[in-house]
């Protein structure tokens, strides 16, 4: 589960570097967190910009 890529939840393709995403995820209940990546991985859904686009038209 740790090496996994991130795929879009729609279309499952991989979530490249340095590209847009939408995460979709609950405000964390706790004050602060520091490993921001590792958060998004283990509670978001991530949507890739072409799918927000499609979705949102």
Known sequence: ??????????CDKEIEE??????QLRYPKSRGFTEIK???KSEGKFIC?????????
Do not use: G
């Open 38 to 40: 590792a958060y998004l």
């Open 49 to 57: 910009e072409n799918c927000f686009n499609q979705k949102s038209n």
């Open 18 to 23: 340095d590209k847009m995403v939408f995460v």
């Open 1 to 10: 589960m740790f090496f996994e890529k991130p795929t879009c939840m729609i």
